[in-house]
């Protein structure tokens, strides 16, 4: 038994991983191990000397199952701590530099405009992107052969879904759950068929309605000259022009003076001093009836503007597409 303990303990000591230890397992103490053969050659052993002889075998057993479990602790403990070494962190090196993310300047200008109209007592509503053509079209006044559906390219989904052309439809929509009085805006992306330096197939637009029972174009003429000079500055000119919109009797285009030019006249403004920024009027009667509001006794304002157009104005860009082209040099400047 000796020379089998002398044998193991020395193959102990060579033994430097898990599956080396496996194999003296096997080796000494496994089904056909050195250990085993022994504990077979029980029956051979005389009666009086088998007690003695089991006890030494299995004594001999016992040991090398406990050398084997400690070695095998003993090297589980030596690769954690080499793990743990080899993984630890330096927190004293100079951390990665990750460039900060900045503000589109699209959203930089939605989240201005919406500040100043609430600031007035706006509230901020929103609608689906994909609309019913009714709550696009016809009931603000625009049925299935009126001409004024030529204004605007649309994206038909089938017959009566569409992407919605305009924001104009949440109008609808929050005068249908909602009594007078109404002030609210409803920011959003809309879509048209239409792409070139000053227009792409999706862009943002700002609805405003004001609906009471005293409301006058005094009241629209007061509330977008507040937005246009704290948009712009303080002494930006506005006027209102005639205009027509099938929603809105009397309609006006509401034009600033140029901010590139100071009025003189340039390439942007055409050589007239001014430029176009939304559109706006009071809300057609029958765009009332269409949501179940009485036009005798209810009277209201509309507006509606490009966001994309504003950004373009406030930062001098003349081509919309650069919103779009993720191009880091040109965001980077915002």
Not at 248 to 257: F, K, L, Q, R, W
Not at 274 to 285: I, K, Q, T
Not at 294 to 319: S, W
Request: hydrophobic share 40%; glycine share 6%.
């Amino acid at each position: 038994m000796s020379d089998i303990k002398d044998a193991f303990l020395k193959e102990l000591d060579s033994a430097t991983s898990a599956p080396e230890l496996q194999q003296l397992k096997v080796k000494y103490t496994g089904k056909k191990g050195l250990v085993t053969a022994k504990l077979k050659l029980l029956s051979e052993i005389p009666s009086d000397e088998r007690p003695a002889y089991g006890k030494t075998v299995n004594e001999l057993r016992e040991f090398i199952e406990r050398e084997i479990g400690m070695r095998e602790t003993r090297l589980k403990d030596l690769s954690l701590a080499r793990q743990m070494s080899a993984e630890a962190i330096d927190v004293t090196l100079p951390g990665k530099y990750i460039s900060p993310g900045k503000m589109h300047p699209i959203s930089r200008v939605l989240q201005e405009i919406i500040e100043i109209f609430v600031s007035m007592g706006f509230e901020t509503e929103v609608g689906p992107e994909v609309e019913l053509d009714y709550y696009n079209f016809e009931a603000l006044n625009i049925p299935k052969d009126h001409p004024a559906r030529d204004m605007q390219d649309t994206f038909y989904i089938s017959d009566d879904v569409i992407l919605r052309t305009h924001t104009s439809p949440v109008q609808v929509r929050t005068m249908e759950k909602s009594k007078p009085p109404l002030k609210f805006i409803a920011p959003g992306k809309v879509y048209r068929c239409d792409a070139d330096v000053s227009h792409t197939p999706m862009f943002h637009q700002v609805e405003g309605l004001m609906v009471d029972t005293d409301i006058a174009f005094s009241d629209l003429k007061g509330v977008l000259e507040i937005f246009v000079r704290r948009m712009f500055t303080k002494d930006t000119p506005v006027r209102f022009r005639p205009s027509f919109f099938p929603f809105t009797e009397p309609s006006a285009e509401v034009d600033i003076g140029c901010i590139l030019c100071s009025g003189a006249g340039c390439r942007v403004c055409k050589g007239t001093g001014w430029l176009e920024v939304l559109g706006s009027g009071m809300v057609h009667p029958h765009v009332f009836e269409m949501a179940g509001y009485d036009p005798e006794i209810y009277t209201g304002f509309a507006f509606g503007m490009g966001v994309e157009r504003l950004t373009m104005l406030k930062y001098g860009i003349d081509d919309i597409r650069m919103f779009y082209e993720n191009d880091i040099r040109f965001l980077r400047q915002f």
